[in-house]
């Protein structure tokens, strides 16, 4: 249970501070949580650079307690019997890492000039960590661009420095980590985009940090990191039971697509299917019907009225009601205005992706906000930044976690904000609950990768699964089967009727990995 809220709880900085001066206010002292985050530090990296391969090792040491763990990193790998030097931009430091360095000095560890470094197997990056409080600037900023310059594998302690813990951003300049220890909690700028080019490897070292102080300080707490490995193993395969029945495991709608855009429909409809969906309809523009049950021969289609220039022009009659869900947007382009409210008038279940966001967007915010409040079933937004910025102008120079927050809040929608680091919100009674999806590629920035999504969402969702972890188990789904296939066939190959294809295969190879 500890590990459980200390392994998927995001902290910020003073958050961070609080909970260690509880530990340190109950007794523990400074210098033996120092030691013992350290000596866990050094475990970790002996696994990761072993002695043999790794004989050269240079340390950056800040002036704070950052400098302090690297300064007892330094002697433990010291005393492996690595060859190790230790480089400081600073005259100054607090008591405890200044004594670490003296007792570092006593053993011989050289302390050396910039250009001493470049020889290094490993370089240890213990600048700054949470206590990073400005710019960069001056000969440590310099230091910084040089060693990222350096080619050499590089271990940052606790957080790459030069990112800010809460914000992610680039404080001047940064280490661009090869891999980075993060201390105790997970740190929120850890899992922003902009931080992700700058962090390498994330991995998370453990003080066991009591649960009582996570809970004293974190109180009802708002922002988690997915574990993406969990996440699969509770979610998939969506269960059944023996003695059921096609109208049982869900009927999801599809309103997708247009002349322009079908083969967005098509790729939804592959999404959809992974899923193991009972009933799959798909509602096109009536022109469509042809190649679409030439692709997707088990659906049934309903073929609507088209206007002039190839999109829907009405869904008719067609009782909304009678389907577990809907996903609507994929490839409908704009002037299927009209569909998208009926659609969000119906109270079904709802995904909306791509011109289904545009056309609500083009409602005005205070109308979008009205329309989401009304309804009474689960709806859930798809947009990437730009889609999002359109539903909420309002918000577009707000950061991008905050801005997510604020817009659940007001409309008590479920949204999934897409990119590097997609982050799903959802409105909860204690406060809107968002999660982080930690892992993904750049392989899934192609277009179409987006309908498979919203094809999947729409899937699980009308197997009765919450729209919470529908929208959670579906981006994991996606990015996990993208970075599997991204190795097998690189980044360039994982086009989206691939992914679509391989998602059953990548469920069948992460259940046997075990
Ligand atoms: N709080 C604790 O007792 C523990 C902290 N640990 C480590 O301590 C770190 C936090 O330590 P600190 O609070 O000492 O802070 P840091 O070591 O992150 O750095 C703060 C130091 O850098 C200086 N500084 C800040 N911004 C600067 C800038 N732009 N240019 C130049 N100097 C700047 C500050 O004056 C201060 O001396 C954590 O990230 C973690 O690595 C771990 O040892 C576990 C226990
Ligand atoms: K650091």
Same mark, same amino acid.
């Given at each position: ?250 009927? &999801? ?10 083969? =967005?429909?098509?790729? *939804?409809?592959?999404?959809? +299917? @992974? $899923? ?114 359109? &539903? ?10 905050? =801005?997510?927050?604020? *817009?659940?809040?007001?409309? +008590? @929608? $479920? ?100």
């Amino acid at each position: 249970m500890i590990e459980s809220l200390s392994s998927q709880a995001i902290a910020t900085a003073s958050q961070m501070q609080a909970i260690e001066n509880l530990i340190f206010q109950a007794g523990m002292p400074v210098a033996a949580l120092m030691e013992k985050v350290a000596i866990r530090i050094t475990q970790r990296l002996t696994e990761l650079y072993p002695v043999q391969s790794h004989p050269h090792v240079g340390i950056l040491a800040g002036s704070g307690h950052n400098g302090g763990d690297a300064l007892v990193v330094a002697r433990e790998l010291h005393h492996q019997g690595r060859q190790v030097k230790i480089y400081t931009p600073f005259a100054k430091s607090k008591p405890l890492t200044r004594v670490h360095g003296c007792y570092a000095k006593s053993l011989g560890i050289p302390f050396v000039s910039l250009e001493a470094l470049p020889d290094c197997d490993l370089l240890i990056d213990g600048l700054f960590g949470f206590g990073l409080a400005r710019d960069v600037v001056g000969d440590v900023a310099i230091a910084i661009n040089t060693i990222n310059n350096w080619q050499i594998p590089i271990g940052s302690i606790d957080l790459p420095s030069g990112i800010h813990t809460d914000h992610g951003g680039v404080m001047g300049t940064a280490i661009q980590a090869t891999s980075t220890f993060c201390l105790g909690l997970w740190k929120r700028g850890l899992l922003t985009e902009s931080a992700t080019p700058y962090v390498g490897n994330l991995e998370r070292i453990s003080f066991d940090i009591p649960e009582k102080f996570i809970l004293q300080v974190l109180g009802e707490h708002h922002l988690w990191r997915i574990n993406p490995q969990q996440c699969l193993l509770k979610n998939f395969p969506i269960s059944r039971s023996v003695i059921t029945h096609k109208y049982e495991i869900g009927h &999801l709608l599809l309103v997708v697509g247009s002349q322009k855009y079908g083969g =967005a429909a098509i790729l *939804a409809a592959m999404g959809a +299917k @992974a $899923t193991g969906i009972g009933m799959l309809s798909i509602a096109i523009p009536n022109s469509l019907k042809p190649i679409i049950l030439a692709q997707v021969p088990d659906a049934l289609v309903i073929d609507c009225p088209e206007t002039e220039s190839g999109e829907i022009a009405s869904l008719a009659d067609l009782d909304l009601q009678k389907y577990q869900a809907i996903t609507c947007g994929c490839g409908l382009s704009l002037d299927a205005f009209p569909i998208v409210e009926q659609v969000i008038n119906s109270d079904r279940p709802l995904v909306l992706d791509a011109d289904g966001l545009n056309a609500l967007a083009s409602m005005g915010k205070a109308q979008i906000i009205e329309k989401l409040n009304q309804r009474n079933s689960s709806i859930i937004l798809t947009p990437h930044w730009g889609e999002f910025c359109r &539903l909420f102008p309002d918000l577009r120079e707000v950061e991008r976690l905050e =801005a997510l927050q604020t *817009a659940v809040n007001q409309t +008590k @929608a $479920t949204i999934l904000l897409k990119g590097a680091r997609t982050a799903i919100a959802v409105p909860d009674e204690a406060g809107t609950q968002t999660w982080i999806n930690p892992e993904s590629t750049p392989a899934l920035a192609r277009g179409g990768s987006g309908d498979v999504l919203a094809g999947m969402i729409g899937g699980i969702l009308a197997q009765g699964i919450s729209a919470k972890d529908a929208a959670i188990a579906a981006t994991v789904w996606h990015s996990q089967t993208a970075i599997w296939l991204a190795k097998q066939r690189t980044e360039m190959g994982v086009d989206p009727v691939t992914l679509a294809q391989n998602l059953l295969p990548f469920l069948q190879f992460s259940k046997t990995d075990k």
